[in-house]
């Protein structure tokens, strides 16, 4: 029995231990959202380097992981990532600056601020977003309304929904929150997409309504209105041209800063000379960032403008492949023979 009891209280101890562990490392890692989810992030690191590992000391590790849930659980750790990155523009902000801080250093991203930086990712975001479906560049007497998708404000009760009563908040829905609209009638959303066949307006308004996707938040279609694969999270579309417009946009801006960069570089030596010759670090003097900009900018729109020619061209041939086959005139004649 005291043996029993012995046992309890080490048990005991080591949790409790893995829970004060686990506080240190937090505290260490200096995170603002703790979550579970990054297992080879910081605070692991320094949770191992306080002795606690799976392994080693596997009481404590579950101890030091109950805590992280509920710590997790308190702050909304990782409901809150998914708050804030439940939407493709929002993951693709998050890539653009990934992209441009590893591309450029954290000075000289810091260097050139939140304006030059979003000058550059308008060279992605735009492109990548015109080609997503939720607005038609080309559709500017409508207010920009994406084909085969009607007016957010129509009039009550019209048969024709494509004209709207209410165009300075149609412009706000489409380009502020990003909102497609709601799918046209088949006769009407006919008119917009000559090819559009019965078969394919039924089973992507299937898709639309019924198919609740991934936990309610991704769904797929091989279809959509105009017959190319699409990708919907939480509604906003994703297609094969957007994505490849944005990866080549990224890809563009991240070869083009890493280019070398103007400015010359100094020495700064820390130390006794002679003492501590290896502790010597290069500072970077100030205007290092001159031409980032434009040379950002530049290999953005580049990079997107290939990859929408890229991607519009294989959407092309997926909806070629999708349309009808009608029997061609000749064929129709020998048949009748």
Known sequence: MKQFQNLLNNLGSNLATGVAKSAEATRRAEEIYPTVLNLRGKYHKELKDLGVSLRETPV????????????????DGTRGIYWR??????????????????????????????????????????????LAGTYDITNVGEMFRPKGYA???????????????????????????????????????????????????ANFMRNYYQDKGLFGIVKYTSENLEGVPELRMLGYPVNIASAATAIGGL???????????????????????????????????????????????AGAVAGAAAGALTGTAVNEVIARANRPQLPTLESYSQEVQ
């Open 60 to 75: 404590q590790a579950v101890g030091a992981f109950g805590a992280r849930l509920m710590t997790d659980i308190a702050n």
């Open 85 to 130: 990155y439940n939407h493709p523009l929002a993951i693709l902000d998050k890539a653009v600056d990934r992209t441009l801080e590893t591309a450029v250093g954290p000075e000289a991203y810091k260097e050139l601020g939140k304006q030059k930086t979003g000058l550059i990712a308008l060279g992605v975001t735009l492109p990548a977003t015109a």
């Open 151 to 201: 007016q957010a404000y129509a009039e009550e009760g019209s048969e024709d929904r494509r004209e709207t009563q209410q165009p300075v908040q149609e412009l706000f829905e489409r380009f502020f929150l990003q909102r497609q609209g709601r799918p046209l009638k088949y006769e009407t959303a006919k008119e917009d997409i000559p090819d559009l066949t019965p078969e394919r307006y």
């Open 251 to 297: 890809a563009g801006a991240s070869l083009a800063l890493r280019a070398p960069k103007a400015g010359k570089s100094v020495v700064v030596q820390q130390g006794i000379p002679g003492v501590a010759d290896d502790v010597s670090t290069i500072k970077t003097t100030p205007g290092f960032t001159k031409g980032l900009t434009r040379r950002g900018f």
